[in-house]
């Protein structure tokens, strides 16, 4: 008789008549819909030109080029394959190396972070959105209560006086003319003050938080409660939705390209934007920011990626995917540069200043330049309208992924909730916006640049190293690369030496030495340049990074401690994959075929059965089943 082979669990085998058949995505091209719809949101269109206009425009893109080609990608395909693989969400996929399932617990609790002030964006695209239902847009004029002497169209005040302009000279008779004692330094546009003084009505500083301003309040209401119906009613076809919310950015931005490149004064704004300022280059700031931004966009360690992979056909070609994914994300957001550049390159020339001067640098740049772009539309509140429903759609479909994640978590931990899903709906939702009234404050937005710049920055690195360490060094890469193979059907070849140079090296390396030289080099919290947060909000932002990543070291201490035995034993126990691999047994035969022709571990059938989950986002698919902690 044969030699037995050697298996990775030791559970019982279960009969092929124990599981039900798992549901997946509809088609392919559903769920590759649905990782862009995941991915390309209010990441690409808001925060990353914000982010590339702190740190040197044209510097930042080489370091967030090197970045996507180094990490981004790899750590992308990384998750996709984990989940799509192992059938699971972002916490019991880490079954595979139960010591480190705290990993699966920091994406969640990073997700829950962001859902808290990604809503708040949301909130300011509803009131921007209900502001455009007005025949001519607020942040058109300098006639309102919130405009001050400053605020000027030097173009428009111009030629309303009767004047010409000349080089950024507003000229009567061929003679300068001037505004009392106030140079063109100091003029603010329509669209800023707007979003400064009326949107914001920012306070002096963030001890100051001053009163809830309660129109913007009611957004945020308003946003929870959307998502709170869009997750309990459910979408029929999530790949229709998908669809719209997928291509109508694109149509949208590219128009406003069109626009923004046909205004005076663009072409600086380029010039600044593809222009690197060396002296920034070498700068960690700048990588770290890179590395973040890649990260956040392409929903990196955030868990979501392999929630959605999970729901695949084992079969299909994730390498295709995952490259089709990172490399339209992250042109995307260098195209929604380009929109915003050549809008900050006509602010400029209009207002007679340096485009690096032309607006106050911060998370609410996005908030001035589009609107601005749309008011030099023709039919401006129709373009405006148009645009705000857009960034609505993006980030409505984030924030169902992101929100589904925290919510499929607990589930996952805590079956018994299973019938008590809306409760648990309702009070995460609760909660979440009780958390996000801060930021709607008169001082709020000094909250919401500290949640930005803590909540999913280094945390997002430290898991995304541990990913790379604990699959490539402790559950084997070899492994890996075998159980990849078995999915795709063929060996990736020339591919599977570019990922595994980056898995098992040059991207853990890349973001260890940007972590530690972050320490050496770090820059604190701040809304406006060289104006750094107090210390006591800087370390409750410390706190929320480290809330994420303590859940590493915490819950292997508890695990190790639940176990018997020596400390090394159990250790060693601990390092093994439990209840791990694909669901279906012919997969698993698949799996272990590979593997037993390159003398690798084989799998058991896992003993657990399949029960209808029906709190899944509806957004992934209507009712997806999942796996139950329940024994058969």
């Not at 970045?67 to 916490?91: C, D, K």
């Not at 695949?312 to 339209?328: G, P």
Request: charge should be negative.
């Amino acid at each position: 008789m044969g030699k037995e082979p050697v298996t990775e669990s030791t559970m019982e085998l279960a009969a092929p008549d124990a599981y039900e058949k798992r549901t997946s995505w509809g088609n392919w091209f559903e769920f590759l819909l649905s990782c862009m719809g995941f991915s390309i949101g209010l990441g690409n269109v808001w925060r990353f030109p914000y982010i590339c206009f702190n740190n040197g425009a044209g510097a930042f893109l080489i370091p967030y080029t090197i970045m996507l080609v180094f990490a981004g990608i790899p750590l992308y395909f990384l998750e996709l394959s984990l989940g799509q693989y192992a059938t699971r969400g972002p916490i019991t996929v880490w079954n595979c190396c139960p010591l480190f399932k705290g990993i699966g617990y920091g994406m969640v609790v990073v997700s829950a972070w962001v859902c808290v002030y990604y809503n708040v964006v949301i909130a300011w695209v509803f009131y921007y959105l209900f502001m455009s239902f007005q025949k001519i847009l607020p942040w058109e004029t300098c006639t309102n209560w919130w405009n001050t002497v400053y605020c000027s169209d030097i173009d428009v005040d111009c030629r309303a006086d009767g004047g010409v302009m000349d080089n950024f000279t507003c000229r009567y008779n061929l003679t300068e003319y001037q505004l009392g004692n106030i140079t063109a330094n100091s003029w603010i546009s329509p669209s800023e003050e707007y979003f400064q003084n009326n949107v914001l009505q920012l306070t002096s500083d963030i001890s100051e938080p001053g009163e809830v301003m309660w129109v913007q309040a009611l957004c945020l209401l308003l946003s929870w409660i959307v998502l709170f119906l869009c997750l309990i009613k459910g979408i029929k076809s999530s790949g229709k939705v998908v669809y719209v919310t997928v291509t109508f950015p694109f149509v949208l931005l590219f128009i406003l390209l069109i626009r923004g490149v046909t205004l005076d004064g663009y072409y600086q704004g380029i010039v600044y934007y593809v222009t690197p300022d060396w002296d920034k280059l070498f700068t960690i700031r700048v990588w770290a920011a890179a590395a973040t931004q890649i990260f956040y966009s392409l929903g990196i360690a955030f868990g979501g990626i392999m929630t959605m992979s999970s729901y695949n056909k084992f079969s299909n070609n994730v390498l295709r995917d995952a490259l089709l994914v990172s490399l339209l994300n992250c042109c995307t957001s260098v195209f929604a540069g380009f929109v915003i550049f050549a809008i900050l390159g006509s602010m400029a020339h209009n207002l007679g200043v340096d485009v690096a001067d032309v607006v106050k640098s911060g998370a609410g740049l996005a908030f001035i330049a589009y609107p601005s772009a749309c008011a030099e539309m023709p039919v401006s509140p129709l373009w405006s309208v148009l645009f705000f429903l857009m960034l609505l759609t993006l980030g409505l479909d984030s924030q169902f992924a992101m929100f589904e994640t925290c919510m499929t978590a607990i589930l996952d931990e805590f079956p018994s909730l299973y019938k008590k899903k809306v409760l648990l709906l309702l009070v995460l939702s609760v909660i979440m916006f009780l958390l996000g009234l801060p930021m709607v404050t008169q001082g709020g937005m000094y909250v919401f640049q500290i949640f930005d710049w803590y909540s999913a920055s280094y945390s997002l690195m430290i898991l995304a190293f541990c990913e790379c360490i604990v699959l490539c060094y402790f559950y084997g890469l070899r492994r890996f690369t075998i159980d990849i193979t078995a999915m795709i059907g063929f060996s990736t070849n020339g591919w599977i030496f570019y990922f595994k140079g980056c898995w098992l090296f040059i991207s853990p390396i890349l973001l260890l030495g940007i972590l530690v030289f972050s320490c050496y080099d770090s820059v604190p919290a701040y809304y406006f340049k060289d104006e750094p947060f107090p210390f006591k909000y800087q370390f409750a932002g410390y706190m929320m990074t480290l809330s994420s990543v303590i859940f590493i070291p915490i819950l292997a201490i508890v695990q190790i401690a639940k176990e018997e035995g020596p400390i090394l034993k159990r250790i060693q126990k601990l390092l093994k994959p439990v209840d791990w691999g694909p669901v279906e047994a012919e997969d698993r035969d698949k799996v272990n075929q590979l593997r037993e022709l390159n003398g690798e571990i084989q799998l058991n059938p896992i003993r657990r059965r399949i029960v209808e989950k029906p709190h899944l986002n509806p957004a992934f698919s209507e009712s997806i089943p999942e796996i139950s902690n329940n024994k058969v």
